[in-house]
């Protein structure tokens, strides 16, 4: 037997001709077991049955190969697909910085913007930057601009994750109601 690594990288079937193994297991249309063919003879009986020879299980001790329309197979296949990234829904996250200085106008800007975001169903990432003076200066992180930020838009939003000090920054994540 053959062993062929990788054998569906590009997740494409192997076909009729295309098919390396000397002998397979052959199951006709009606899913009724052919018995081990040798491949050129279940070709011929694919052919002749105005189907395709598709290898459906290639890494089985004796590959399983099937009957089968190929091109309405793929057709169903793509459609597939389509369907069901059509139906997933993908969560954006929008970003907002803050800076421990911030003037009273400024952040109400930022709370304007967050609640546009929130209420177009989008998460909210808050990110309070330090830089080295600042830091200095404080002796530490001061959360208060998160918390205002977070006081101000809790009518709009649920804190998917509280405040957290990562190096410089600190960050949280809001959801919308």
Do not use: H, W
């Not at 279940?42 to 190929?70: H, T, W």
């Not at 793509?78 to 907002?96: C, F, G, L, Y």
């Not at 709009?156 to 920054?169: L, Q, W």
Request: with cysteine; glycine share 4%; net charge positive.
């Amino acid at each position: 037997m053959l062993f062929i690594k990788n054998l569906n990288s590009k997740n494409e079937n192997l076909v009729n001709e295309d098919i390396p193994f000397p002998k397979v297991l052959t199951i006709d249309a009606n899913g009724d077991a052919l018995g081990v063919l040798p491949t050129q003879e279940a070709v011929q009986k694919a052919y002749e049955a105005g189907y395709d020879l598709v290898c459906v299980a290639p890494q089985a001790k004796i590959p399983v190969c099937r009957f089968m329309d190929y091109a309405k197979y793929r057709y169903e296949q793509k459609k597939r697909a389509k369907d069901a990234k059509k139906n997933q829904k993908t969560i954006t996250v929008k970003e907002i910085r803050l800076t421990p200085v911030m003037d009273t106008n400024d952040l109400n800007v930022r709370i304007k913007q967050g609640k546009e975001f929130l209420a177009s169903g989008y998460k909210v990432k808050l990110t309070l930057n330090y830089r080295s003076r600042r830091m200095l200066a404080t002796q530490g992180f001061d959360l208060t601009m998160i918390n205002r930020y977070i006081e101000a838009v809790k009518e709009e939003a649920i804190v998917e994750s509280e405040p957290k000090v990562d190096g410089r920054s600190a960050t949280a994540i809001l959801r919308p109601k």
